[in-house]
């Protein structure tokens, strides 16, 4: 995997500053954070990612997996 030397922040860095590691994503795609000194985490840009191209029905399978993961409970309830 080829990184962007722009594009790393530590991850105490990151833990202090988040605002300025989604503005590296917002920038170029995508943040590497890094953690003793190697790649571990990585912030993808999903509008602009060059990493992960999504097509908007698949962005909204995304979002819709993900409320149903969070509200299954509920769901769940209303479907008795």
Avoid: C, H, W
């Amino acid at each position: 995997m080829k990184i962007d030397t722009n594009t790393i922040i530590s991850v105490t860095e990151a833990n202090q500053n988040f605002s300025r590691v989604t503005r590296i994503a917002e920038k170029s795609g995508q943040a590497v954070i890094f953690k003793n000194n190697r790649p571990r985490y990585m912030l993808i840009d999903l509008e602009n990612s060059p990493v992960l191209d999504l097509t908007e029905d698949e962005k909204i399978d995304v979002v819709a997996a993900r409320i149903l993961k969070r509200f299954k409970p509920a769901f769940q309830e209303l479907a008795k």
